[in-house]
């Protein structure tokens, strides 16, 4: 029994076999310039079985692209309507595909991106398998920057803070 795998299909292509080893009876396949299947694939007949030459047929690459934390959560929006969008796309068999991150993301202004995650995703760069193929893009939070801090008497206008090393009072930078 043939089962194919995600993304495969079998092909209403067949052709009957009279030899023990798979595709005697035709050449190596291809599909554009990749190879589809291999003509030596040898098989073990039992005598309750026959065996028959069947043909897979490859259906299109998807590419998903995520985008999740540092930790690997999903990113949420800054309005609070979700998180970011996945993507995805169609490609041709074993396609080759590139990914570029990405610096910022549309409806998030606290992020940016930090890294591919390779554990749980494909490189950024590569050949699509059959089936889907998933890219986790990886983002950290931006730092807050600088933060002014004045000092002030309650109903007064003059700052009370004088910097260490300074001769007047002025905000704090910190």
């Known amino acids: 029994m043939i089962t194919p795998g995600i993304g495969d299909t079998i092909s209403p292509n067949r052709v009957n076999s009279t030899s023990l080893i798979i595709g005697n009876d035709f050449t190596n396949g291809t599909q554009g310039s990749n190879p589809v299947f291999e003509t030596s694939v040898t098989l073990t007949p039992s005598d309750d079985k026959k065996t028959a030459n069947a043909a897979l047929v490859a259906s299109n690459s998807t590419l998903k692209v995520k985008y999740v934390d540092m930790a690997g959560n999903p990113i949420p929006l800054d309005n609070g309507s979700g998180n970011v969008a996945d993507t995805d796309s169609v490609h041709g068999f074993r396609d080759p ?15 940016e ?6 554990t749980n995703g494909r490189p950024l760069t590569g050949t699509l398998n059959p089936g889907q193929n998933v890219v986790v893009l990886k983002y950290k939070r931006k730092t807050a920057g600088n933060i002014t801090v004045n000092h002030y008497e309650v109903g007064g206008s003059t700052q009370l803070y004088t910097p260490a090393g300074s001769g007047s009072s002025s905000a704090k930078l910190m």
């Not at 595909?97 to 992020?111: C, D, H, I, M, R």
């Not at 991106?113 to 390779?118: I, K, T």
């Open 97 to 111: 595909y590139t990914v570029t991150p990405p610096t910022t993301l549309t409806g998030v202004a606290n992020y």
């Open 113 to 118: 991106y930090a890294e591919p995650d390779l």
